[in-house]
């Protein structure tokens, strides 16, 4: 457990706890990080670079006072994946993320989850709107986006993520 764990909030839906990300979910990190599943986030890296990366989502909580969230079902205790607000320097805008772990994609989980962190960011952390950088081949993840309620706004090149589409989340009044 780490010691930053009782400043972190804990939400939770109908299926899912979001909590927050620690050394418990490397291995999982690890093995997303090292697959094809990474490709649209980076592109598969070794566990070493997984490590930062697991390092990098617990940190901008730190330094930006919220971050993703490590997701679990309620009747378990893997992470299914790692969503929510996320504003690394560099980036466009808020954003909201989701990347899910295999065998756990096509059950909805992304879109409850993500729509469970952006409540939150428009209730706890006063946003008005937030985006979502799509690539566009990621078929999986622009039906997300619109699930949320979320409009396609333009294609952009980003220096990390490359060529994306961002798609506007609805406002908190929507």
């Excluded at 997303?32 to 997984?50: H, L, M, Q, T, W």
């Excluded at 997300?144 to 994306?164: F, M, N, S």
Aim: proline residues 6%; contains cysteine; glycine residues 12%.
């Amino acid at each position: 457990m780490n010691r930053f764990t009782s400043t972190f909030p804990r939400l939770e839906t109908e299926r899912l706890i979001l909590r927050p990300l620690g050394h418990e979910d490397f291995p999982a990190m690890a093995e997303f990080y090292g697959s094809e599943r990474s490709r649209f986030v980076g592109g598969i890296v070794d566990p070493a670079k997984a490590w930062r990366q697991l390092a990098t989502e617990i940190g901008h909580w730190t330094l930006r006072g919220y971050g993703r969230f490590g997701v679990e079902l309620r009747e378990g205790s893997s992470l299914v994946g790692v969503i929510g607000p996320w504003f690394p320097h560099g980036w466009p805008e808020p954003e909201l993320g989701w990347d899910l772990m295999a065998g756990f994609e096509g059950k909805g989980y992304a879109s409850e989850a993500a729509r469970a962190t952006r409540d939150w960011a428009y209730g706890s952390l006063g946003w008005t709107t937030a985006i979502s950088l799509v690539a566009p081949e990621n078929k999986a993840s622009e039906a997300v986006a619109k699930r949320l309620g979320c409009t396609y706004e333009c294609d952009i090149e980003h220096a990390t993520a490359g060529h994306v589409s961002i798609w506007r989340h609805p406002g908190p009044d929507a």
